[in-house]
């Protein structure tokens, strides 16, 4: 019997987390222990939301998941999953360009950590359209975006913008 514990690492932006976002945080939620679900704060990325509204989202949007961890961080993706004590990144991907992308970072990460696992999750087909960037653009034109983001995450996002 196989006793170890399985802690996974799901990092990204989350600018903001979509129910896109939610469909791999719950299978990867099924596969290990501990889920920690990191915030990046990508200021590189000009977000949308600061990196504490964010990291509120993501707590609020899987507030009914009791394995899971919710942080922000600021630094390199290997020191990151060194300090949590943690060999593996969840990544989803929805298309092609998402792969390359994926892919160029994963070698990146194993040339830093050869010890580093990356596992790729797609989302269900009718999330897979789903992006931060997608609502982003709906939010600049004031769009529905309720369907895209839980009811949680949309109060947050209208209490933001008021």
């Not at 899971?68 to 929805?94: A, E, H, P, Q, T």
């Not at 696992?117 to 034109?141: C, D, G, N, Q, W």
């Amino acid at each position: 019997m196989n006793t170890r514990f399985k802690r996974a690492i799901y990092p990204g932006t989350f600018d903001p987390i979509t129910v896109g976002h939610l469909d791999i945080i719950s299978r990867a939620y099924r596969m290990f222990d501990e889920l920690i679900i990191s915030v990046a704060d990508s200021k590189s990325k000009n977000p949308m939301f600061n990196l504490e509204q964010r990291v509120s989202m993501v707590k609020s949007a899987t507030k009914d998941f009791p394995h899971i961890k919710v942080i922000g961080f600021n630094k390199l993706l290997v020191d990151l999953s060194n300090d949590l004590n943690s060999k593996i990144i969840i990544r989803g991907l929805r298309a092609i360009s998402d792969f390359e992308y994926e892919l160029q970072m994963s070698y990146a990460n194993s040339s830093l950590d050869p010890n580093l696992e990356t596992i790729y999750l797609m989302p269900s087909l009718k999330h897979a359209f789903v992006s931060s960037s997608i609502v982003r653009t709906i939010l600049s034109f004031d769009g529905k975006i309720d369907h895209l983001v839980t009811p949680e995450v949309h109060s947050i996002i209208k209490e933001i913008r008021k």
